[in-house]
Structures are given as C-alpha cells and as structure tokens.
C-alpha cells in the first residue's frame, strides 16, 4: 500500500508553526524541519569513548599471547589469521598448547558464565592446522648487520631467536646438547609433549635464518671470546641442574636426578628402574620423572614433604599422575637412602607436618620428632628443585644472585650488551614465562642496537611485552564489568579424556586435541571481554543515531548529536566502551 | 488451498500471506499459538520478518510501533490481560497514525482469573483510536487479518481483529488458504514517506500545544469516518477477488422480521441455526452480524433495524453500572429516529460460559414475549 500523505515541507528552523486549516496539519505530530538543527550534542558533559581494554586471558598469559584476538579470528572463519595472531607473539604454539598450564583459562571470564574457554586447546588446534596446511611465518623485510648470540636452545632462546629474527636478525643459537630444544626436549616426556611438535616448530624458527651451532656448551667448547664477537648475548641456559638433597647415601647406584632421567629417556638411551621407584618433589619435573618411570615398568611413589596442596606441579598433571597410578605419600622428607652393596635398596623418610608459612606464602614442613619410615626402592629419583650451573660465568662480571642471573626490565646483565633470561634469570617457570622472558630479550636488544636504549621498552612489572602493539589499555576487564544480559552461560566441551589402559611402554601423546567444528563453537563461546567486535550493540541503542559504522570494523560518534546518555557504554556487552567527562 | 486449521492459525496464515516484516508479541492464552507459529514461519524462512522477543505486552506494542514507524508492516496479538496492558500503547499507536494490525482473542479478564471469551478486554479499548472488527469464523478470522493491513494503510488508523477464544482460537474448521501471488496483488507492499528515516531526521510525535491538538483529534476522528468507505470498498474488493466478503454488518433472513438478534463475533453462527428455527415454525426473527465496531456503522444499524419492532442484543460483556456495551451504542445509534425499535439487552457467556442455541432461542422467545424491555439489562441464565 502507498501512503497517500507525504511529508510537509521543511521549514526554517526558527519559523513560527501554525496552521490555518485542518488541510495544512499533517494528520501526526511531526517536526517540519529536520531534527539535524538541534545539536544535542550540546547537552553532554560526558561523552561515549571507544576503548578496548585488556581481556584477563592476554593479561594473564605469560608469552604475551592476544588470545582475544587469535580467537576472534578463529570465530569469524579464518584459521590462518587467528594462527598468524597467534604466532606474533608466540613461535611454540604447538608446544604451548600442549604444556603450558593455561593461567589464561584461570582467569577467563567464562568461568562465571558456564566455563573457561579452553584456550590451551585452541591454541593447539591453530598451531596443528598451521602444521597441516604449510602456512609459514614471513621473515621482517628488514635486514639488520648486528650479530646476535643466544646462548641455550630451550624455550627462552628460541623465543629471543624468532622475535629478532622476525626483526630482521639472523642470531646465532648454541646448544651444549645435539638437538636443540632444551628442557622442551630432554625435559618433558614425550606423551606430554610429541617430539615431531617441538621439531615443527623448531624448523620454523630455523627457516626464519636462525642458525643454530650444536654441541656447544658454554665453559666447555664455547667460551667468552667467541661470544664477545656478537653485537649483543643472550643466555638463556636454564637450570641445568638438579639440587641434591644432601642425605647420605646419595651417591648410590640407582639413585638419579628427575632431569636426568628424563634426558636419557629423550635421548633413547635405555634406563631401567626396578621395580620400586620413588620420586622426591612435589614438582612438574617429579611428575614427569614418576609417570616416565611408571611407562618404563616401575612401580611409582611419589613422596613430597608438604601436601598436594602446596604442589608446584601442575594440578592436572597430578591428576593424571594419579589415573596412571602413581601412588603419592606426603607430609615426608627424604633422610638417608639405605645401602644394599653399594646400590640403593629403600629411603628412610621423616614424617613432617605442615608449621607457620614459609617466604613463598607455603606452609613450612617441620620434622614429626621420633617419626620416621622406610620405603624399600630400587630406583629413587630426585627432583627437589633446580638450579643454574653458574661456574661457566665465573669472571665474566655477570651477577648472581640466589641462584638466578641478575637481570634487569630489558633483560640486562651487569655486562654491557650481555642479556639473560629464561629459568636462569627468572627461578624455575614455565614454557610461558620462558617464551615471554625471550621475547623481551629480543625486543629490549632490537632497542638497544637500533637507538642504544632500551626507552619505550615496558617495565616488567606492566606484564608480557609484545611483539605487536596493541590498543586496548592496561585496565584489566573481569566479568563484574561485562553486561551479563548479553552472555548466555554456555558449558565449556567436555575434553575428550584419556583413559590410561596400559601405562608401561606407552609414550604416546595422552591428551586429545579439538575437531574443526569443537575449536569453531569454543571460539564462538568467548566473550571478547574488552574488546570490540563491531557487534553492532552501541549503534541498535544509541537514541540520538549518534553512532555510525566505519572502515575497518570502527565506529565513528556524531559528537554534534551525542547527548551523552551514556546508553552505548552501559549497554556495551564486553566493556569495550567508556564515558569521559568533558574537558578531561 | 483448503487447510483444515485453528482460528489461531488461521490468524498465523493471514499475517503470513499479508507479509508483515516485523512481529512482536509476549505469549498468552488462548493468543499464544498465533506468534507460536510466526515465530516457526520467520525460524524457517517460509516469512521474511523479524520476530521481536519482548517482556511484556506494553513492550509488544512499543516494538510494533517503532517498526511501524519506519514504514514496516507490523503485527502482534494478545489477549485479556495482555491488551488491557498495551492500553497506553494503543493509543500511542493511534495517536502516531500507524497502520498496525493486531490480533485479540477474546477473553475475559480476571480476578477471577479465567481463560474463557467474553468481550470485555476488546470492548474496554473502545475510545483508544482503533478499528475494530470482530470475526465469526476461522476462514473471516484469516480474511481479516488480510483486509485489515489494506484498511489500516489506507486510513493511517491501526485494526484490531477480534476472535473468540477457544470457539474460534482453538477449533479446527476448514479454511481457504489463498495463494501467496493473489495475496500479493490485492495487498501490495506498505510504502509510506512518514517514516523516521536517517537520512531525513525528524522528531515525531512530540508535544502538540491546545492551538493545535484539538484539530489533530478532528483529523482522527475524520480519518475514522473515512475508514467505514474504506472497509466496504476492501472488503467489496476481496470479494471479487477471493469470492468472500463480509460486510460492516450482515444481514441474516431480516426480510419481514419484526424481531431481530443483534450479535458479534462466533455467537453469530450459533444465532443463524436458531433463527433458521425459528423462521420454520413460522416465527417473524431475523438476525443482524455487527462485524465492524470501530467505526460504528451507525448508518447500516439504523438501515437494517430502523425499521424493526424489537432487537434483542446478545451482549457478552458488561460496562458495569451501566448495560452491555452492544446494546448501549446500538440505542445511541437509534435514538434520531423517529421511530425506533425497543432494545433487549441481554447479558450472556460471560467468561466462557456457553451460549448455546437453546441458549439463544430462549433468548428469542423472552424478547418475542415482552411488549417491553427491562429497565436494566437481563443477566440471562444466571443463578438466582
């Protein structure tokens, strides 16, 4: 049907309305000129800003990761820019995805509308569909001269060797072992991490023009001078070594560190624990130890001298631990290992309870007097901590302090143009922390040999650096700040879960990662917490059609017209807008 | 194509070959089975509407305004409680000049709570601005619905079509569902310059001083009286088209009657079997279909009983302290002539209670036994 009215004609703004007849009136009240006269926007004193903000799972993340981001891409359809996101920032994702405890799912505001995203898997999911498809990571155009020495091949290396080769470096990384990957090779057991992963990414990093000089050990076939050559050093060489438990009796046969185990494992060489193992620590590496054990026929007990609660290995690995059959024993420590001919054959323990909390916020164990227990072993492994081999860096004026490289926000050592990171600088971490010590290594070095200073560079205080500047500010969004009326609560998937039939002999990978479609749904779940997805909401609210849709997903507001009602910001579902009082 | 189906779904299927583009409604019984099968026909692509999720009826009619207001074609419907809640609303949509077409189901209103019909929640919207139209079977209930986008967008006036509950909403009859392409002929697609439109930004419905508000009612009031031409000239045109029409009231055996029914609504084809009857045992009694009740078609009341001794008026609802509203504005419309026939108001079926032919024929033969009506109306078939 056509309407038989038409609109009455516009009329000067200021021009008196009357009507002399019914024939003139339009037959509904409206104005005759146009509404676009009446700047609103005179009435606000507070005005509507666009401002992402940090998500808590980028906050969170410990190699700087954009998860939101990556994930956002993920749910509009395109893998290869989600994982492209992804490896700005993170060259091991595959690893990542596999082994880092996820504190970003912990943080997730998911969690209070149904579940944390699972992160770790979609992270995994990127990086194996980036391993099916053959998509590479481009090299920077640009083409630095300086020469940039990485000392250690383990997660810290090879995420300072990547960034600076993304920068335009081609670094030099040496390794004192054959292959490169440090604790991620000869660290973690293969059924947690697969080897073919970490050698994926690994090429990657190389075909980026990484060398990489194996067989090199710093104080052994690499000394200082070789090193001096380089523009800049990074030493990232971990924590090498296991800390002994100084009881007696531990020089015995058949007494070994957790690492050590777990590098002949990696190396194939044979190792034969008995039947009876035990394992000291509380530990990732005394859980890898125990379940590496356990696939290598023994009997595992896993004694530690706090409870479960004060663990420091991963909880879910625990668990696992458990399924698998490890039996644990706490609240005792370790106090001779009993001699059977010159070869362990138990550990006499004293029983300890929990005191007064220790500096690390953890319950001391103190001694139960007169209660003490043996436990018959053929194997015991000792996995109480870790601690860097400093003897290589005697003389070379570099600090140590408490068993760490003294380094400082841009990763500097007291040695001009020698920079440290991972476990050696930074104390026992995970992969994350590692890969994040790495990447702010290489953008504090990229600094220092471009201007001579590390200006710019955040504090580390500030969190993760990253390799891609980002817009949202530092102000952390939790789910109080989400407009709840827009998050249906959604059940995070149920993770396929491994059942552990036959534990002895299987070094197979043991957790299941995402289908396309699981990984599509999981990132439809995320929230964008903070961020804008150009959901359209503020536009649909705003009651001045103040707001308008511009290039690239942006928004732009008529300030003319924007009274400052504020409904935009209020109704925004993800916080990613913010009222400003005029003048500020 | 001939379905059999429900006065609801008749309803359903009206709203979907009149290709209404924007749907509002909270649920209610006995409406509910109306938006239930919108909401399927927009989930399934088979209608090209978007279908607005709202908390309350008051918010339903805001949604339909708004959408109306930019020129969509717009429906809801509701029920009992539900349109007494739209009240301010209804007159918004009036005021603002918005074809809007809406569906009641007529129920009673409570305390006491009660799903049953009566024509009490309809009637109680009486000076809010709307057409009404009520409906006596599911095949007029589809035709309508029809018809009444065509009138609302000629008159700038919003329609409510009017259904019993349960007689009509939930029992099956057979309905000619016509085909999309004939529909679309008849009712072409709403085109309208009064529309918020960005690009021409304009305030609406803002404040009207007394120099001017007077004369904007006027202009409603007009656009009533043409709407009465307007519903006679759609529905002569469904009827060449269609082959059903349905009139502003329709005469039933009143050649010759000396008494005639006054009836709204599924009532009416209970009265023609009584009346059928009646006639055969030799009984004067004819019946009048008040289907238009907004605006009141006071020239065809006074053409059709003018001339008749007694109408008796099957009122199923009350205006309390008064009479039944039927038989109210029928003496109104009567009263400028010279002479008139004596008016029976009978108060019957109040929340659903059945009026049946036994029902009606009793009524009948009260109005043909008494020379004279009761001072109040009669509250038939009440206990004592």
């Known amino acids: 049907m056509k309407s038989k009215h038409s609109m009455p004609k516009p009329a000067a703004p200021d021009a008196p309305i009357t009507f002399a007849s019914l024939a003139e009136m339009p037959p509904l009240p409206v104005s005759l000129g146009s509404t676009l006269n009446n700047k609103t926007g005179t009435w606000r004193y507070i005005r509507p800003l666009y401002e992402d903000k940090t998500p808590p799972c980028n906050h969170a993340c410990p190699a700087g990761n954009d998860v939101v981001r990556y994930i956002g891409a993920l749910r509009d359809g395109d893998v290869e820019a989600a994982w492209r996101i992804l490896v700005a920032e993170n060259p091991l994702p595959g690893v990542c995805g596999r082994v880092c405890p996820h504190p970003c799912e912990h943080e997730c505001n998911r969690g209070e509308f149904g579940g944390a995203i699972v992160i770790h898997a979609i992270e995994r999911f990127l990086a194996d569909e980036a391993a099916a498809h053959g998509w590479a990571v481009e090299r920077s155009q640009a083409r630095h001269p300086e020469h940039v020495a990485i000392v250690g091949s383990g997660p810290a290396g090879l995420s300072c060797a990547y960034h600076l080769a993304r920068l335009g470096y081609q670094p030099t990384v040496y390794e004192a072992q054959a292959q490169p990957g440090g604790l991620l090779r000869y660290g973690i057991p293969g059924y947690r991490l697969p080897k073919d992963v970490l050698d994926r990414e690994i090429a990657a990093i190389e075909r980026l023009g990484v060398r990489f000089a194996l067989n090199q050990r710093l104080g052994d076939n690499l000394g200082w001078p070789a090193l001096a050559a380089a523009d800049a050093v990074f030493l990232a060489t971990g924590q090498g070594l296991s800390r002994p438990l100084r009881i007696p009796g531990e020089g015995l046969a058949g007494v070994i560190s957790g690492l050590e185990l777990l590098r002949r494992v990696a190396c194939g060489q044979r190792v034969e624990p008995g039947a009876q193992a035990i394992v000291i620590g509380g530990g990732n590496t005394a859980i890898d130890a125990a379940r590496t054990a356990a696939r290598l026929g023994a009997t595992v007990t896993l004694v530690y001298r706090r409870t479960q609660a004060e663990m420091p290995a991963i909880p879910a690995e625990v668990a696992e631990a458990r399924a698998e059959g490890i039996s644990f024993r706490f609240l005792a420590a370790p106090i001779e290992v009993l001699d059977d001919a010159g070869r362990v054959h138990g550990v006499r323990f004293q029983q300890m309870r929990l005191g007064e909390p220790d500096a690390s916020g953890r319950a001391r164990p103190e001694p139960v007097p007169g209660e003490e227990f043996t436990l018959p072993a053929d194997t015991l492994i000792v996995a109480a901590g870790q601690e860097i081999d400093g003897s290589p860096l005697c003389g070379s004026g570099i600090g140590i302090e408490r068993g760490r490289i003294l380094a400082g926000d841009a990763a500097q050592t007291g040695v001009p143009r020698v920079f440290a990171g991972g476990d050696a600088a930074t104390g026992e971490g995970t992969v994350a922390q590692a890969i994040g010590s790495g990447k702010r290594a290489a953008l504090a070095i990229d600094r220092f040999l471009r201007t001579g200073s590390f200006e710019g560079l955040p504090p580390a205080a500030a969190g993760a650096v990253h390799a891609v500047e980002r817009r949202a500010t530092s102000v952390v969004v939790r789910a109080a700040s989400l407009n709840a009326d827009y998050i249906a609560p959604a059940p995070a998937p149920q993770m396929a879960g491994w059942v552990p039939m036959q534990i002895k002999g299987d070094f197979a990978e043991v957790n299941p990662g995402l289908s396309p479609a699981a990984a599509a749904s999981e990132a439809a779940r995320c929230i964008s917490c903070g961020t804008c997805i150009a959901c359209d909401t503020c536009l649909i609210f705003c009651p001045d059609v103040a707001i308008a849709r511009a290039e690239g997903g942006r928004y732009t507001i008529a300030y003319d017209y924007c009274k400052g009602c504020g409904i935009c910001a209020t109704e925004c579902p993800r916080a990613a807008m913010r009222m400003e009082e005029e003048g500020q | ?384």
Not at chain 2, 12 to 38: F, H, K, N
Not at chain 2, 217 to 243: C, I, N, S, T, Y
Not at chain 2, 250 to 255: A, D, F
Not at chain 2, 310 to 335: M, P, Q, T, W
């Open chain 2, 1 to 384: 194509m001939k379905k059999v189906i429900m006065g609801n779904h008749a309803v359903s299927y009206g709203v979907r070959l009149a290709r209404a583009e924007v749907i509002s409604a909270y649920p209610i019984t006995p409406q509910t089975q109306i938006v239930e099968m919108l909401s399927e026909f927009c989930s399934d692509g088979s209608l090209n509407a978007r279908f607005i999720k709202v908390e309350s009826e008051h918010s339903a009619m805001a949604a339909v305004v708004g959408a109306s207001s930019v020129g969509a074609r717009a429906f809801t419907a509701t029920s009992s409680q539900g349109l007494l809640l739209m009240h301010e609303m209804l007159h918004w949509a009036a005021g603002a000049r918005l074809p809007i077409v809406l569906a009641n189901v007529n129920r009673a209103v409570g305390p006491g709570w009660n799903v049953w019909t009566d024509q009490s929640d309809s009637l109680a919207q009486r000076d809010t601005g709307w057409l009404q139209l009520y409906c006596e079977s599911n095949q007029e209930a589809l035709d309508t619905v029809i018809q009444a986008f065509k009138i609302a967008e000629t008159v700038h006036l919003p329609v409510m079509i009017v259904l019993d509950a349960f007689i009509l909403s939930h029992t099956e009859e057979p309905v000619d569902v016509p085909a999309q392409e004939e529909v679309d002929a008849f009712l072409p697609r709403y085109e309208t310059e009064w529309r918020l439109d960005p690009e021409d930004p304009r305030a609406f419905n803002m404040l009207v001083a007394p120099e001017h508000y007077m004369e904007m009612r006027l202009q409603m009031q007009q656009a009533m009286g043409e709407a009465k031409g307007v519903v006679e000239a759609v529905d002569a045109e469904f009827g060449a088209r269609f082959g059903r029409c349905y009139g502003l009231v329709e005469p039933y055996r009143i050649e010759g009657a000396d008494t005639v029914l006054l009836t709204a609504g599924a009532t009416t084809s209970t009265a023609r079997v009584v009346v059928d009857a009646l006639r055969s045992e030799g009984q004067n009694v004819g019946l009048l279909k008040q289907r238009l009740f907004r605006p009141y078609p006071v020239a065809e009341i006074r053409q059709f009983l003018g001339g008749v001794q007694k109408v008796g008026v099957i009122d199923r609802n009350i205006s309390y302290g008064h009479e039944g509203i039927f038989a109210a504005e029928l003496k109104a419309a009567l009263y400028d002539l010279p002479t008139r026939p004596k008016v029976y108001d009978l108060v019957v079926g109040l929340g659903g209670r059945d009026v049946t032919p036994a029902t009606i024929r009793g009524i009948a033969n009260y109005v043909l036994a008494h020379d004279a009506p009761e001072p109040e109306p009669v509250w038939w078939e009440v206990k004592p």
